[in-house]
């Protein structure tokens, strides 16, 4: 889609938006792979104690809530305790 901005607008602004959104989106895609790999090592590697420290790099990196618990597996209120405690 940012392409398709980026050939038809000639307009700079909307094209440096357009750049923006498809690097954030990118950014977010990379996060969440590096997210799943590391969990799925910390699987082999160890269990809970490994996907909890997964949960506090990803919490360190500002990444939603929802994504921690997909990427990790734990619930929601296991990933708030861990917020709590950065506080």
Do not use: C, N, Y
């Amino acid at each position: 889609m940012a392409t398709k901005v980026l050939e038809m607008s000639a307009d700079r602004r909307t094209r440096l938006r357009a750049i923006s959104r498809e690097k954030w989106r990118r950014d977010q895609e990379a996060i969440l792979h590096d997210a799943e790999t590391a969990l799925d090592r910390g699987r082999a590697e160890g269990g809970a104690e490994k996907q909890a420290e997964i949960a506090r790099r990803l919490l360190r990196m500002k990444m939603p809530l929802a994504s921690i618990a997909k990427a990790t597996g734990l619930s929601d209120a296991e990933i708030k305790r861990f917020a709590r405690r950065r506080k």
